[in-house]
Nanobody, 115 residues
């Protein structure tokens, strides 16, 4: 099964930017869709952004216009470009991929936005 590993998290001031990466151990070209989720302390995990195999994207209302999801099938990598970050974006961000017959999750990367 394909394993996913996120990176790119860290501490940033409000208004700053980060780019998260999710590297797959195998091909993501066969994945039906891939997504980014986040979970803040004491809150439920929420869907942040998704991208289909043919490149169609969708976003949570809270991040529309600030975050951009993309995928590079040649590099087996999913990205999340996050701009104009706000303190309420602080959370652990995880990627998820739907593959034939199974779902794979990464371990998550912490994003902390200071005010």
């Amino acid at each position: 099964q394909v394993q996913l590993v996120e990176s790119g998290g860290g501490l940033v001031q409000a208004g700053g930017s980060l780019r998260l990466s999710c590297v797959a151990s195998g091909s993501i070209a066969s994945s039906n869709d891939m997504s980014w989720f986040r979970q803040a302390p004491g809150k439920q995990r929420e869907l942040v952004a998704g991208i289909t195999s043919d490149g169609r994207t969708s976003y949570a209302d809270s991040v529309t216009g600030r975050f951009t999801i993309s995928r590079d099938n040649a590099k087996n990598t999913l990205y999340l470009q996050m701009n104009s970050l706000k303190p309420e974006d602080t959370a652990v961000y995880s990627c998820r991929g739907y593959f034939t017959g199974y779902t794979s999750w990464g371990q998550g990367t912490q994003v902390t936005v200071s005010s």
